[in-house]
């Protein structure tokens, strides 16, 4: 039942016809079967409390009932929460993010946290310290990240949905690998109070689940200013769900040709190019633009990224919790020291500076594309979900993973990753549709009617 | 120090050692060399930003558009932690203080 449709979901318990305890029950058996071999979770809320949770939840609230796991980058005073790094490996939060106080006050049930790149920093779930999240459509494989663990228990039914988190591409990489549906919102769509901070101007909340359906219902209850976080958006919250069914037939969606040549695994070139002439047939057009920044895009991210870091992981002092900075991991220490670097006196201008400005030519990119049409269209990853081991024992080979998705975070423009095909050897694909700023509805318009007449993305593994 | 906008000088064993101090890390004196090298490789990569030309660019700090924030100055009882909530976490505390490491000579 858990892959079936919020809406379908909502509406059967409702009718008397669905007992929410039963999609407990499924949730609990699939972590029972599956999560020894996947590690998609850290950290399993004991049956008893969530019945518990169930018990306070309002009947008539539209997640009501729903279970669900947060990447274990939110706080949340239920659940221990670590980051997925051994500093924190003890941390119980006193308070709890919005999103999570959102999603309960939503009724929906949190079940578990997920595992993830340490602090966020990979795209593969491997540079932890409690073990690496396998994916399920290959077991030899990564499931992606740094929200795989989260994409992991979406494909393997051990959640109805989870909330990820995207700096750079860590929900779109594991959406994709997983064949998940994920969205990176817009930079301050959704609040961060709660969410540990990777790269202050990069981080976005945002959901993960089965459909683009899903995802516009989660987006509508996740969205919106939030007094407690100050770069939180007073931009009006979208009419998201109502906007799906919108005709797509005005939109243009332009493929930027520098995104689909060079470098990119031609089975991917192939289903995204696929998905194109299906929007044309919905009768979108679809023209080439233009968007030679990819290259440099990461680059800059390689830059602000770690120096946010450098920051934003220095108030892990084991003076007020967790344990001491020796614990930190080979790639967070990587990303740290790059940062340090860049923003230390004499190389400040050389490195950081750059990259700032760099980020502002990006920005116009963006907006000169942005003019020719209302969506770009693009891969996610340039090649298939790699085997355990070949990310993350190689810096520079883990960084180009992130090729395609890191332009977004610094632009600040919204990115849904769903899924568009298979390989070969049947190995999810999945692509983006990035939108304007506050365009989500504009997205996920084109992605539920793209859902309505193909089928990807109700494929599951087979366990 | 090198000073300006471009830098292409090598990472030397003394500049991962200040920089590792800078961030408060412990490294264990063995790895530094294969720290060294893969900040260098790292460093040759990201250095692409000081190919292009700049000058007239503004930079981009945040890309929130909001200035200046602000609330009202009262006080949020529902977002207070007791002593005690605060203390929760700390490894070492003293009659209701965090302990934090001598940093003078007594």
Not at chain 1, 10 to 15: D, E, F, P
Not at chain 1, 131 to 154: E, F, H, K, Q, Y
Not at chain 1, 184 to 199: M, N
Request: with cysteine.
């Amino acid at each position: 039942m858990l892959e079936q449709p919020l809406v379908k979901l909502n509406s059967l318990i409702r009718a008397g016809k669905l007992k929410p305890a039963a999609l407990l029950d499924e949730a609990y058996a699939n972590i029972d079967a599956y999560n020894g071999k996947l590690n998609a979770y850290l950290n399993v809320l004991p049956r008893a409390e969530a019945d518990k949770a169930l018990q306070s939840a309002a009947p008539a609230s539209p997640l009501y009932g729903i279970p669900f796991s947060m990447k274990d980058a939110y706080v949340t005073r239920s659940l221990k929460t670590t980051a997925a790094s051994a500093v924190l490996r003890d941390y119980r939060p006193q308070y709890d993010a919005t999103v999570y106080t959102r999603l309960a006050h939503a009724g929906a049930i949190l079940i578990a946290k997920a595992n993830l790149d340490a602090w966020g920093h990979g795209a593969s779930t491997e540079n932890n310290d409690f073990g690496v999240t396998r994916n399920p459509w290959d077991g030899t494989r990564v499931a992606g990240g740094s929200s795989g663990g989260s994409a992991a228990a979406i494909a393997a039914g051990m959640c109805q949905f989870s909330v990820g988190e995207d700096t750079g591409g860590s929900i779109r990489n594991p959406a994709a690998w997983t064949n998940c549906t994920g969205l990176k919102v817009t930079y301050g769509r959704v609040s961060r109070y709660g969410a540990i901070a990777y790269a202050s101007s990069f981080d976005t909340v945002g959901p993960m689940g089965s459909s683009v359906e899903d995802v516009a219902y989660l987006l509508q209850v996740m969205a919106g200013q939030d007094p407690y976080d100050a770069t939180s958006s007073p931009e009006p919250v979208g009419e998201y769900v109502q906007d799906l069914k919108r005709p797509v037939s005005q939109l243009k969606v332009g493929i930027p040709l520098e995104m689909v040549g060079e470098g990119l695994d031609s089975e991917i070139k192939q289903a995204v190019l696929s998905a194109a002439d299906k929007f044309s047939e919905l009768g979108v057009e679809i023209i080439d633009v233009s968007l030679p920044i990819a290259e440099i895009a990461l680059a800059a991210y390689y830059l602000i990224g770690p120096s946010e870091t450098s920051s934003n992981l220095a108030r892990y002092d084991g003076i007020r919790y967790g344990q001491g900075r020796e614990l930190f991991t080979t790639e967070s220490i990587r990303r740290i020291l790059i940062g340090t670097y860049a923003l230390s006196a004499g190389y400040y201008d050389a490195y950081y500076r750059n990259a700032q400005r760099v980020r502002t030519l990006l920005i116009r990119k963006y907006e000169e594309a942005f003019a020719k049409c209302d969506i770009l269209l693009m891969p996610v990853n340039p090649t298939h979900a790699p085997r355990l081991g070949e990310l993350v024992n190689d810096p520079i080979t883990n960084m180009l993973a992130d090729i395609y998705t890191t332009s977004i975070n610094q632009v600040g423009v919204p990115s849904l990753a769903l899924p568009c095909g298979f390989s070969r050897e049947g190995l999810p694909i999945g692509m983006q549709l990035v939108g304007r700023k506050f365009g989500e509805n504009v997205i996920l318009n084109l992605g539920y009617q793209y859902q309505q007449v193909t089928d990807w993305h109700t494929r599951k593994p087979q366990l | 120090m090198p000073q300006g906008k471009k830098d292409q000088s090598p990472i030397t064993g003394s500049d991962v050692s200040h920089v590792v101090a800078l961030a408060h890390l412990v490294i264990d004196p063995a790895k530094l060399p294969i720290v060294q090298k893969e900040l260098q490789d790292s460093l040759a990569y990201v250095r692409q930003v000081q190919q292009l030309d700049l000058s007239a660019v503004p930079e981009t700090v945040q890309i929130s558009g909001l200035e200046n924030i602000t609330r009202e100055d009262r006080v949020d009882t529902a977002r207070m932690l007791s002593q005690p909530e605060a203390l929760a976490n700390a490894p070492r505390q003293h009659q209701g203080f965090f302990m934090v490491p001598a940093i003078m000579e007594v």
